[in-house]
């Protein structure tokens, strides 16, 4: 395992997704989200920083240790596929379990789906990373 490139991708992954989360989630999305999850705050940015930087630090070793990604767009599909399969099940079993999403399936698909594109971008950056200097 190289860590240095495990923790250069968790870093760069983490906060690029944490900027582009906040461009999608909390300006673009932020009404319609805001009205169909019923349990949103005031965001807490150590907690999201530490969960961006910690969903970064798993997809750069499914990269690095099992998949061998190494490019952009590699990293992009990857990160994608990777994101939407965890965001359907965290929010369909929350849905099935909570009223966390009171505006029903179309809410936890949409987090999903903008939870994907996220990582989608997070993950090209995390490849590029990982392609430097090969």
Not at 41 to 65: C, D, R, S
Request: proline share 2%.
């Amino acid at each position: 395992m190289d860590f240095k490139k495990l923790a250069m991708g968790t870093v760069v992954g983490g906060l690029v997704a944490l900027g582009v989360g906040y461009l999608l989630f909390g300006v673009a999305l932020s009404s319609y989200m805001a009205d169909n999850a019923s349990h949103t705050k005031e965001p807490n940015m150590l907690w999201l920083v530490a969960g961006h930087l910690a969903y970064g630090a798993l997809i750069t070793y499914i990269f690095v240790q099992w998949a061998g990604i190494k490019t952009p767009a590699s990293g992009a599909k990857a990160g994608f596929i990777i994101a939407l399969l965890a965001g359907l099940g965290f929010n369909w079993i929350w849905h099935g379990v909570s009223d966390m999403f009171p505006g029903g399936c179309v809410a936890t698909l949409l987090d999903a789906v903008g939870g994907a594109v996220v990582w989608a971008i997070a993950g090209a950056a995390i490849g590029w990373v990982l392609g430097r200097g090969d």
